[in-house]
């Protein structure tokens, strides 16, 4: 079965702080791809970033960072000096192959991150 | 381009009503999806549309359904509603079929009383 897991539920931190958001998933797909959208308070999820399983290189994105490691089944996602405009909720997504043969993304239940002035 | 629209923002509705939620995808993208986001639950796939015919469908009772018109706008609707029907329902474009990188909108919160 495949799943995607956010153990972290709520974070909070203070500006400027560096923060990590873990993912861990499961898939039985040898091709896979992982994602991370971001949900402000406005409610419409952003992407932010889909990586395919193929392709284990790290990637960084101004302050934003992601560690995909296939060994550990993780993708996290890293964001240097926080500022108060990253405070959202992130997640995870995982796209896989269903019984339909069809592609859908299946979601962990997210990271409330609060940044501190 | 205009983002992913949806109407109306919010909705109350009382236990056995029918709702219809409407979608407007990005000028041009073909595909369209609904998710529904509860905090126990967090985002479930109901469905995918592309090119006016489903193509996905997730584990949700008959009582949701969908549809797709010419010009990829999409409606949804949820029929003999429940509590548990309280939501916030997502809909997402994307240019084509399968294709991850979703444009979400920003949803119509539905509170069933």
């Known amino acids: 079965a495949q799943k995607v897991t956010q153990a972290q539920t709520e974070i909070s931190v203070v500006e400027k702080e560096d923060v990590t958001l873990d993912c861990v998933y499961e898939?039985?797909?040898?091709?896979?791809?992982l994602f991370w959208y971001k949900q402000p308070p406005s409610g419409e999820l952003v992407f932010l970033i889909r990586?395919?399983?193929?392709d284990e290189q790290n990637e960084i994105s101004g302050r934003y960072s992601w560690n995909f490691q296939k060994s550990t089944s993780s993708f996290n996602f890293t964001i240097t000096a926080s500022q108060v405009v990253d405070s959202a909720v992130y997640f995870c997504?995982?796209?896989?192959?269903?019984?339909?043969?069809?592609?859908?993304?299946?979601w962990g239940l997210g990271t409330s991150l609060a940044v501190n002035p | 381009k205009a983002g992913v629209t949806q109407t109306p923002r919010y909705l109350i509705k009382t236990r056995g009503q029918q709702v219809t939620l409407s979608c407007s995808p990005i000028?041009?993208?073909?595909?369209v999806s609904w998710y529904q986001q509860t905090p126990g639950q967090g985002l479930q796939f109901l469905f995918e549309?592309?090119?006016?015919?489903?193509?996905n469908k997730g584990n949700f009772p008959g009582r949701f359904s969908g549809r797709q018109f010419s010009n990829s706008r999409s409606e949804m609707n949820v029929s003999t509603l429940e509590l548990g029907d309280s939501a916030l329902y997502l809909c997402?474009?994307?240019?084509?079929?399968?294709?991850?990188?979703?444009?979400f909108g920003s949803g119509t919160q539905l509170s069933v009383l």
């Open positions: 549309y592309f090119s006016e015919t489903q193509r």
């Open positions: 898939t039985r797909d040898t091709t896979y791809y």
């Open positions: 997504a995982l796209s896989s192959f269903n019984a339909g043969n069809n592609r859908k993304l299946i």
């Open positions: 000028s041009g993208h073909r595909s």
């Open positions: 990586r395919n399983s193929f």
């Open positions: 997402a474009s994307s240019e084509g079929q399968g294709k991850e990188k979703l444009f």
